[in-house]
């Protein structure tokens, strides 16, 4: 694939996207998808860089500029409720690792760069050539295994000190680490701003150490499929512009709690809902 000429983000997000199997059919997915979506919304020029076969229906992110990797398959994977109420997820395929290289020169410096891997299909070692003032980072791809028949299941991210440690902030999920909290404490410990998403709870942030907690809104719950990568991109929008995590999380949280009431990509905020999401945390 031939670089591309295209206008400077001031918000990149590189990731699988992802076709999601749900019990009401196949749909667009993947953290860089709502990521996207959702920094659009807040008004930010955005950029996304992934990798998904050919036939992947992209017209939910119609109008923003895209660079896809073209891939054999697309990463699929598939949510199983069990009769205990926990979630298998299983991976059914799996789209090529991504090719930092297709970074057009107009991207190699932007404000904010989110990385959002799903699968595991970026290196954790960044080029030399990428220049950012907040790296963002969602690790829930490099946190995940899967056996020969892709049941999903929580790994420990040891080989990621070096990227943690250019970090400006990190938000994972309570499940991402499966719970454990001595994985919290060892993760809060090697970044500055560490957000740990707890669904209906809300989410707990660790500025240096010091953690707190911000409750989330009671909602009527549809689909809390991408209520976390709605959170990660509002939270380090909001942290890069006010530089304050309290605030960031304050609003990201609300956010991500509208976000639940519709199903899949729909939960992305209106402006309308996103100005009063605004009005309610800086009263």
């Not at 500055?192 to 010091?210: C, F, N, Q, S």
């Not at 719950?221 to 990660?232: K, Q, R, W």
């Amino acid at each position: 694939m031939e670089l591309l000429t295209l206008e400077p983000v001031d918000y990149l997000v590189i990731g699988h996207l992802t076709r999601d199997l749900t019990p009401q059919g196949e749909r667009l997915g993947g953290t860089a998808a709502y990521a996207a979506l959702t920094a659009r919304a807040l008004g930010l020029r955005v950029g996304v860089l992934t990798a998904a076969a050919d036939d992947l229906d992209l017209s939910p992110l119609d109008g923003l500029p895209l660079i896809v990797q073209s891939a054999t398959e697309t990463t699929t994977f598939e949510n199983r409720y069990l009769e205990d109420g926990k979630r298998e997820q299983r991976l059914h395929a799996r789209a090529s690792q991504i090719d930092w290289n297709l970074l057009p020169q107009a991207w190699r410096r932007t404000p904010i760069l989110h990385l959002g891997p799903v699968a595991a299909e970026l290196s954790p070692t960044l080029p030399p050539f990428l220049n950012f003032t907040l790296l963002g980072l969602t690790p829930q791809g490099w946190m995940r295994a899967w056996d020969a028949e892709g049941r999903v299941r929580q790994r420990k991210w040891e080989e990621g000190e070096a990227l943690l440690s250019q970090a400006g902030a990190v938000v994972i999920s309570l499940e991402d680490v499966a719970g454990d909290e001595g994985e919290v404490e060892r993760l809060a410990h090697q970044v500055p701003i560490l957000v740990v998403t707890e669904g209906v709870a809300g989410a707990r942030l660790y500025w240096h150490g010091d953690p707190r907690r911000f409750r989330a809104p009671r909602v009527r719950e549809v689909d809390a499929t991408g209520a976390g990568d709605v959170f990660a991109a509002a939270f380090f929008i909001r942290l890069y512009v006010t530089r304050d995590p309290w605030e960031a999380a304050r609003f990201a949280t609300q956010l991500a709690a509208i976000s639940v009431t519709r199903p899949g990509l729909e939960g992305v905020p209106t402006p309308q809902e996103i100005e009063t999401c605004l009005m309610e945390v800086l009263s």
